[in-house]
């Protein structure tokens, strides 16, 4: 088939040609013309059906009939010229993604939120310097800066949402409704002549009875199954027998490590342990207030079966023995002696994690959680000890993002990370309360940062509600990692424990630091300065409230 490239574009039947308007005008000589003489006409051999687009080429060599050639559009053209638009487009957004990239364009990415503008005003003059003297040395990311005031925007919102206000307690009796197979378990009362809470429960089992066999931290953690074979090894030999029965020690903390994560609670844990007078749980972490009792085992996992009080409790059958023996000794002497070893547990999720809650707590005050971890603590330990271990909430922030990211980390990826993390904790603010949103296990599992982790203010004035002040000591990473001695005197005295002699405080204040930040993860240096400059605005409105609470300027945090 043969057709004129002027008259038609498309590829088309050969008597459409004819009729073409050009070539069927009432003057038109058929003989004269160039066109229908084919000098003009480029030949394609085709099937009868129509050309692939791509073979489609416009070849034009008589330029002054481009106008009397575009009255003939036809569908091929149409999409001939949709097919080169959407060339375009996809070579344009190829560019676009590549230029953001490397930096390249001066638009945000999808994590920078806001109009940008240039108005110096929105940044403070530390901020100024931090970032000159970092760009003096290193290649300037115009994005990064940009972005500045953008999220600076969202920060104002937050912190012009922020209200401190006191929660309502919950009774006694709401709690026993709640979890009336702990309140069966736990009694309201413990051995007088212990420091420590425990009480004796009668055993029924024999000497065939394992009495480890259903506990949920052994069946489901492979390394503590060790600890776990030594207990049923000794745990007749520890058993207290009077008139032809059986009793077991069981024991709770006497005094708590509720927190925070990566603020040196390890450290501490680890120096702590070393006290004559001291022991802790099998495991440092037992996280059962927080996640086991909840059925948590690993948060991506989502729940199981709940974990027992009796599970629990197991943890401290090792201190326990020691206690016993202690007991034990005073009995056989004929004179009352005083149990003064004391136990511990470090769940690092104790003072903030309650994200388990809107599963299992009716949910009827606005998105605040009715009951809270301590609600339960103190309703069987009104007279506990409670140690949080702080540091500057951004670094702190840092820390979490290199311990717990699994690859592609970079101090890019974590600026990106916390400017979106702060978009959706603004989107939350503007409809909830600070207090649901801090508890709202919806946003804490959006934000790809733990930002409220950071925000201690609210968790200590939460844990005030029900504790007294005296009950709780707060400590800062800064001094403690300045002057480990210090630390460790102020947590003796706290604890009321006994005099131990050089040798003892040595070994437990000279002893290298306990998990410290990873080689590879210092090698990727410190975040951007521009990061750190947002989220000590973020951060400041809770600092400043820290330190009116606990009457310290240090936990403004200004110098580090």
């Known amino acids: 088939m043969r057709h004129c490239i002027n008259c038609c574009i498309q590829l088309l039947p050969n008597d459409l040609h004819k009729q073409c308007f050009r070539c069927r005008r009432a003057n038109h000589n058929n003989q004269k013309c160039p066109v229908c003489k084919q000098e003009n006409i480029i030949p394609l051999y085709v099937d009868s059906k129509q050309m692939n687009l791509l073979a489609v080429l416009e070849v034009r060599t008589d330029h002054n009939e481009s106008w009397n050639g575009f009255f ?41 939120y806001g109009a940008f503008t240039g108005n110096p005003n929105l940044m403070d003059n530390e901020s100024l310097s931090e ?37 309502q307690c919950p009774d006694l009796e709401d709690l026993k409704k709640q979890e009336p197979h702990m309140f069966s378990v736990i009694p309201n009362k413990f051995l007088p002549n212990s420091k420590n809470p425990c009480w004796y429960e009668e055993y029924r089992g024999n000497t065939t009875t394992d009495p480890y066999t259903t506990n949920s931290y052994a069946l489901y953690s492979k390394r503590f199954r060790t600890i776990f074979d030594y207990l049923r090894k000794v745990f007749w030999n520890h058993l207290y027998h009077y008139k032809d029965k059986h009793y077991r020690l069981h024991c709770l903390p ?121 609600d339960f603590i103190h309703a069987f330990q009104p007279h ?24 592609n980390k970079s101090a890019e990826d974590f600026h990106e990370k916390v400017a979106e993390s702060l978009q959706l904790f603004e989107n939350c603010m503007l409809d909830y309360s600070l207090r649901a949103c801090v508890y709202n296990n919806t946003l804490n599992n959006a934000m790809p940062v733990r930002l ?61 630091a306990s998990n410290t930040r990873r080689p590879e993860d210092r090698n990727l240096g410190p975040m951007l300065p521009m990061t750190k400059a947002i989220l000590r605005d ?23």
């Open 72 to 112: 003939c559009l036809r569908k091929g053209k149409l999409c001939s010229l949709i097919f080169g638009l959407i060339i375009m487009t996809l070579v344009t957004a190829s560019y676009i993604l590549t230029g953001a990239k490397h930096g390249l364009l001066l638009i945000p990415s999808p994590f920078h």
């Open 538 to 560: 973020f951060y400041r409105p809770f600092n400043i409230k820290l330190a009116q609470v606990l009457f310290d300027d240090a936990f403004l945090w200004k110098k580090t």
């Open 452 to 512: 409220q982790v950071g925000l201690y203010v609210v968790y200590l004035l939460d844990w005030l509600t029900v504790f007294d002040k005296g009950q709780i000591l707060v400590l800062r990473l800064e001094d403690h990692a300045s002057n480990v001695k210090y630390t460790m005197h102020m947590v003796f005295q706290f604890l009321d424990l006994g005099p131990i002699s050089e040798k003892q405080e040595a070994l437990i204040t000279k002893s290298p």
């Open 254 to 374: 006497h005094f708590y490590i509720i927190g925070q994560p990566k603020c040196g609670t390890t450290d501490l844990y680890d120096r702590l342990r070393l006290h004559p007078d001291v022991t802790f749980s099998a495991i440092k972490e037992p996280h059962w207030w927080t996640r086991k009792r909840f059925g948590i085992i690993r948060l991506r996992d989502g729940f199981h079966d709940r974990y027992p009080v009796e599970d629990y409790l197991d943890l401290f059958d090792l201190a326990a023995h020691q206690i016993q023996g202690v007991l034990q000794s005073s009995v056989t002497k004929g004179h009352s002696k005083m149990n003064h070893i004391i136990i511990g547990e470090a769940s690092a999720s104790t003072m903030w994690d309650n994200n388990a809650w809107v599963y299992f707590y009716d949910n009827s005050t606005d998105g605040e959680p009715p009951f809270l971890i301590q």
């Open 131 to 167: 970032m000159k003297d970092h760009y003096q040395t290193s290649k300037i990311n115009i994005s990064y800066v940009k972005d500045y005031p953008s999220i600076k925007l969202i920060i104002d919102t937050i912190t012009s949402k922020i209200e401190f206000i006191n929660r």
């Open 384 to 407: 506990a000890k409670l140690i949080v271990m702080l540091r500057d909430p951004v670094e702190r922030l840092y820390s979490d993002y290199l311990y717990f990211a699994s690859a």
